[in-house]
């Protein structure tokens, strides 16, 4: 009998193969060693394969295609529902491979190894800067104990350090030299972590000048390369939204809905998607609002407006997903940002 689908459950040495035939007759059901799994898959004819996205799936969804077989990833948290009761290897894949068989369902683009070497980058980054943060947290609170207390900001923090560590500086006397050698390498981390966040954005704007996607998007207000070279390489097919608001609830910034009986309830966002593309997004429409306050541009009066009436976060909210309604349509449709025109 024909194996027509399986659902493959993925772990780290141990896979779980579910196979049915075009019946839905399960045909095999194993588990395979890391090492058995591609010499499985050689012998089996052209099928359909499903699996759950996760960190390794773009890996085996492309070494899987290349033999042939058509390659589908679903979110786990769609796959669930159609877990029958328990919850083990066996289970997840006949799971999988009921899902991967419905009409209705949602399925992840693979990525490229391209696409996933740049989304390093900005993960790599990003765990970066929140060492960044740590690191200063701990001088500016290590320094207040002596009462030294630097402004907000990066370059407030530096004066201060080089105020009272530098060379002639006249509040050397407060910092006690045991101190002194405790903060040194904290200090020496902070110009360590800045230096190597500096090459990762260096990266970025190399591969963002090699992308046109990329630098579409850079066209549009409140998207700079970090945001518009995460989205690239984020965003495989952007026909797999139908439209842009499918893709801003994609994002998780859509209202979240508890309606029943003809009511409609509208909560807070659903925070449902990628929270690293979500918040360089509010970011970017945090930094437009502040220059569009008091402006009369066609796309500040919109921005004015809302601003009178609601509050900033969830005006800055709000921007992000019109900002991502214009995301989608500019990678959708292959055209760069036109700005509004102010009307006479």
Known sequence: MQVTTIGLDLAKNVFQVHGVDGNGLVVVRKALRRAQLLLFFKELPPCLVGMEACSSAHYWAREL?????????????????????????????????????????????????????????????????????????????????????????????????????????????????????????????????????????????????????????MTIPGVGFITATAIAATVTDPSHFRSGRQFAAWLGLVPRQNSSGGKERLGSISKMGDRYLRTLLVVGATSVIRYARGKNAAGAQWINELLARRPVRLVSVALANKTARIIWAVLAHGDTYRAPVTVA
């Open 65 to 217: 295609s290349a033999l042939g077989h058509a390659v589908k990833l679903m979110p786990p948290s769609y796959v669930k529902p159609y877990v029958k009761r328990g919850k083990n290897d066996a289970a997840d894949a006949a799971a999988i491979c009921e899902a991967v068989t419905r009409p209705t369902m949602r399925f992840v683009a693979i990525k490229s190894p391209e696409q996933q070497a740049v989304l390093m980058l900005h993960r790599a980054r990003a765990l970066l800067m929140r060492q960044r943060t740590m690191t200063v947290n701990a001088l500016r609170g290590h320094l207040a104990e002596f009462g030294l207390i630097a402004a907000q900001g990066a370059k407030s923090l530096a004066a201060l350090i080089e105020d009272v560590f530098g060379s002639g500086s006249s509040e050397a006397h407060v910092i006690p030299l045991l101190a002194r050698r405790a903060l040194a390498p904290l200090m020496a981390q902070v110009r360590e972590l800045a230096t190597q966040i500096k090459a990762i954005d260096a990266e970025l704007r190399v591969w963002h000048q090699t992308n046109a996607a990329s630098k579409r998007l």
